[in-house]
């Protein structure tokens, strides 16, 4: 468990402050030695009078250059000392160069992402069904919230936007001719076949009288031999047959006008997929309808009423949307898991997203350094990177006493040795 700051430092605080003790007290001891050592005579005392005056002279000397890394020993203004207060900011700046430049390369994180192999821990991480369900309840919740900051007018001026530009770039015709193709050597279009069907039938019985003299008129300004020999008989009769075929169409799914509507329409496929002249007329088509006022009015309705729907469904606690997005992300942890091949796209993936990352946004961890270091105080620079060194640059106080010792106790030995 993470402790607070405030808390961290203050224990921060305490351990340096005894580390302080602990070898200014050793100093002190090196001290009293020597003042009692002068009182005497003795090879002895000569050995403790030597040992402890090093001492002194070790532990004062390292005193001085631990403590004028953070101020001037004694407040006295002696040249190069208060290093860090004089230095923070081209420290900083040095430090996170040094970071950016050894430890946060595309290399070193993608091989930590290897080692650490992420993509399996997420997987069974995620693979638990309370961790699913939690997570498909947040991001629900955060889609909402998305959703509902959207403006509906701006999400529809965004996808008029996007379908000009890629109607501008590419024609639809090939794609739709496919997607049509298909549906029909899968049979998915007999459904649309009845639908049209019915719906003719029941608008040619509903609207006959009214087709009558429309019909009419549309032959005698076209022929006027034709129309010497059109009736109003004969067009009742006519449209009486046509509605006779569609009932029999709607009656039977083996008809044979359904094999030729299926024909007509696998030809119509096949002329958006080869025909330029039929693929450029669509395309027309498609970007009168995106400048259409009429057409943009249906596609608002549409986009709002989608909007709406999501949104509704997004807060549903127990919808079925959330159970979606929940059986969506169990699946894909089973993957991950399971999956070698997925879990290799998946990890190839996150290396490339994370190596783009470092690789164009690792210096602003330099910028980062500098520009928080840059807000302390010298003063606070200097204490809180006391605080995280400054118990173990002690040791070296400690070590300077002690080693300081020896030293003079070689160095007096060897001088008794000699003639």
Known sequence: MVMPLLVQDELSAARLRRMKVTATALLGVAAVLYVVSLSFDGTAIGFLRAGSEAAMVGGLADWFAVTALFRQPLGLPIPHTGLVPRKKDELATKLGEFVTGHFLT????????????????????????????????????????LLEALDDESVVQAALELLRRDQARRSYAPVLGQVLERAIAGGTQRP?????????????RAHRDELVPQLRTFVEERSWLAALFVTDKRVRHLLDG??????????????PMRGWLDGLLRSFADELQHDRHTAAQLDRLLGQLLEDPQAQAVLREVLT?????????????????????AALISSLAARAVHDQVFRARVQAVLEALTGHAVENYGDEL????????????????????????GRDLQFIRINGTAVGALAGLTIHAVTLALP
Do not use: C, K, M
Not at 122 to 128: E, S, T, W
Not at 195 to 203: E, K, T
Not at 306 to 315: D, F, H, K, T, Y
């Open 305 to 325: 009423d989608a909007i709406v729907s999501v949104r509704e469904s997004l807060a549903d606690v127990d919808g079925s949307l959330q159970h979606r997005i």
């Open 106 to 145: 595309r290399e070193v994180v993608v091989e930590q992402l290897r080692e650490a192999d992420v993509v399996t821990r997420v997987g069974r991480f995620l693979g638990d069904p309370e961790v699913a369900e939690r997570l498909a309840s947040e991001v629900a919740f955060n889609a909402g919230v």
């Open 242 to 255: 046509v509605a006779d075929t569609l009932q029999e169409i709607d009656r039977d799914p083996q008809h």
């Open 192 to 204: 649309l076949v009845d639908v049209l069907v019915s719906r003719s039938l029941s608008y040619l």
């Open 366 to 389: 330099t910028a980062l350094i500098r520009t928080q270091v840059a807000r302390w105080d010298a003063t606070s620079a200097s204490r809180r990177i006391e605080l995280a060194v």
